[in-house]
């Protein structure tokens, strides 16, 4: 399925949803308790304002110089962190920082535009999507990696998983998201380390559809072998469309994404750049390790 129908709701259906939203829906927000003290909340922005104003320098973040920073635990246990960036009430961009088991801090992904992560237009599609919107229920935020950030909405008759960015459907229950969590719980162990890492090379392409071709049916995947990904590099560099997909729950959900750019660190940390329509300008950096790990790319 794809994920553009957000994006193209119309204002109508917005304040429809809005209007219908029942008090007695909890927003993630309220949820959401602090699992660090004061300082180490003034740690993570500190460093995340670091890697923000490195982004900021270069032309195609410009409009992040001067964002407000709002952080958010990523849900209990998880020991990840949403950051948001917003200017004049206007959300421009996300980072999620994750901490890291020698102690330190790892910008684990970000990216750019008013759609991002646990974005509340996808929370209330979820809730109608589920026929929740004007009933009780709870939501919370839940992150195991980049691939795999939901909203978990419980109702009075059963626990569902909706992605954290286009509110679609997850095929979870909470058995085989628990199992999934334990299965992956390391595999977000990807990001860049260094707290005051360079960006060297910023490369992007126009968005172009992702299910215009789909090759992952009748092509053999691009074969990436010791972290030698100079195939995807150069395919960016030749402006070829290359697509990216993840599978879960025994192939029954597929995610499919149109690979847009990249960003390379001077530390050799490389973050693709994924896209999910032709007219989008919301774009998630994701780290090439992390992605070739879990899933494949396609030309």
Known sequence: MRKR???RTTIALFAAILLAASSNVVSVFALSEPEN???NESKIEQQAQTWVSELASKVQYSDWKSAELNITPL???THSWL???TKNKKILGYLVVNATEEGGLELGEYGTGEYPLFNEQSLQLSLLQLELINKPSQTEMVYVHPLQAAWRITSKKATHYTDA?????FPFDEDKWDKSATTQKNSNRHGLNS???KLIQHRTISSFDPYGRMPWISK???AIKDNDFTSILTAVKKKEQLR???EVDENNYRSVWSVVGYDQWENGELFVALDTDEDSVDRRYIPIALLTELGSFYR
């Not at 960015?165 to 459907?169: M, V």
């Open 220 to 222: 053999q995947p691009i």
């Open 244 to 246: 990216y997909t993840y």
């Open 75 to 77: 849900g209990p246990g």
């Open 83 to 85: 950051v948001l960036l």
């Open 5 to 7: 129908w957000i994006k």
């Open 195 to 197: 707290t005051h890492a």
């Open 165 to 169: 960015n286009s509110g679609e459907y």
């Open 37 to 39: 003290n004061v300082s």
